[in-house]
Structure formats: C-alpha cells, structure tokens
C-alpha cells in the first residue's frame, strides 16, 4: 500500500511539474521549434531583456502586485481582527460575504468591476480613468478576503488574555496591538501576502477588464503575443517568473522554521 502511495505521489507530481519542466527546458532551445531541441543558448533570455514591451508590462505589474498586496493586508488584517471580535452570528453573516469574491468566477467580478468605474466616471462624476488606479483597486478587491482567511484562524489560536495583560501593565492599545497581536497572526498575515503577490501576479480576467490602454499588464501582454505565435521569450519570461517565486517560498520557509526553531529551544530548554 505504501508503495503504491508513492507511485500515485509522484504520478501526481509529475503531471503538475511537467509541462513547468517542458516550459523551462524549451527556454534554452535555440530554434524556435516547440518540439525539437536543436541545440543550447541564452539568446532569448538576452533578447528578453531588450523587449521593452515586457520589460514595461513586467514593470506594471510588479507595481501593481507591490500597491495592491500592501493595501490588501492592511485592510485585510484590520478587517480579521474586527471580524473576530463579533459575536457568532454577525460573524457567520460577514464571513459569507468574504467567500463571494473567493467562489464568484472572475470574470463576474471583472465586469462588474468596470461597469462600476464607468458608473462612477460617467454617472457620479468621479474622475477615474482606467489604468493603474482601477486595476489597483481591483487587485485590492480580490485580494483582501485571502488575507481574512489567512489571518483569522490565527487571531484564533491567540490567546486574547495577553492582549488583555498588555493593556494592564501599561502599553496603550496599539502598542499592544503592536508588540503582542502583530507578532503572534505574522504567520498568518506573510501567508495572506505571498498568497496576494501571487494572484495579483497571475491574474489575467479582471485585470483584462480593468486595464485600459495605459496599463497594460504582462499576463496582457503575453496573452496579446500568443495570440500570433509563441515566442520562446515568453518561455523565458515564465522560467524567471517561476524560479524568483520558488525562492521566495524557500526563503520564507527557511526563515519560518528557523524562527520556530527558537521558540522550541526557548521553551525547551536543552539538558
């Protein structure tokens, strides 16, 4: 049985991974052939980084990704903390509407997004054109209910008391907040974070009808180069996408353990 655990494992790994492997080893195919690799190079990591059309989409949506996340966790986390301060049912109500941007398809929300900025401009008189702030506030939108679910289940697990003890001995309350709530929820809120980096990076729908003409971002980009052919800098592209995002997620998890590690050795002494 064991074995056979393991055979489906890695029957299961590899159809995730492969076509990621296939990705990254056409990356430094010399010809422009998808099936037959005719020799070794780095010329289209080279012409990559001449392409000022990616490079510029690339741009866009770093900033976008960095403004949005940063927005999202502080709202996010902010909203967690009220929502676990309810009562039971108040909470459950609220808790529901946090799912609907998670299980609505996407392009519900990205139409209903741009008719609401055309409302707004055209109907309120909001001076709101589309580009980086519609697509900044639609990446805050679906991505503050990641950071709520990623941040509650740890308010959770929090004992409230030392919040409590903390505003006895004398810390005001976002001192308290500050030195004893941020600290225990951190997991939480890097994981609510990196989980909204990653979506606002990927996301393609909503900010397809969000973008406008001004901001055009690289899952836009890439799209509107495929649809011609396929070029092997969009191979490139997603080989260096994919390793900077593995080594965040290594990184974090080294970072992550070594901290539980101290606290281990804090409350375990070693005889």
């Not at 398809?105 to 401009?121: A, N, Y």
């Amino acid at each position: 049985m064991k074995r056979l655990s393991k055979v489906y494992f890695w029957l299961v790994m590899a159809f995730l991974y492969m076509p990621i492997f296939v990705l990254i080893f056409f990356s430094f195919n010399e010809s422009k052939s998808r099936s037959n690799f005719t020799g070794f190079t780095f010329d289209w990591y080279r012409k990559l980084f001449s392409n000022r059309v990616i490079l510029d989409s690339l741009k866009t949506t770093l900033i976008i990704a960095a403004v949005s996340t940063i927005i999202a966790v502080i709202i996010g986390t902010a909203a967690a903390i009220g929502i676990n301060a309810m009562n039971k049912w108040l909470r459950g109500v609220v808790m529901n509407v946090t799912y609907l941007p998670v299980i609505n398809p996407e392009i519900v929300t990205g139409v209903s997004l741009m008719l609401l900025f055309v409302f707004l401009r055209d109907k309120i008189g909001i001076p709101i054109d589309f580009g980086y702030p519609t697509l900044i506030l639609a990446h805050i939108t679906f991505n503050v209910p990641y950071v709520i679910l990623n941040v509650l289940p740890k308010l959770r697990q929090m004992d409230r008391f030392v919040y409590e003890a903390a505003l006895d001995l004398g810390c005001t309350p976002f001192r308290a907040f500050w030195k004893v709530t941020l600290p225990e929820i951190m997991p939480g809120v890097m994981s609510g974070l990196l989980m909204s980096f990653t979506y606002s990076l990927d996301d393609f729908i909503i900010s397809y009808f969000n973008a406008g003409p001004t901001a055009q971002t690289l899952p836009i980009t890439i799209y509107s180069m495929t649809r011609r052919k396929v070029s092997p800098e969009i191979n490139a592209l997603s080989t260096i996408i994919f390793a900077v995002v593995i080594l965040v997620l290594v990184i974090y998890n080294i970072v992550d353990s070594s901290k539980g590690k101290k606290v281990i050795g804090k409350v375990v002494p070693r005889l």
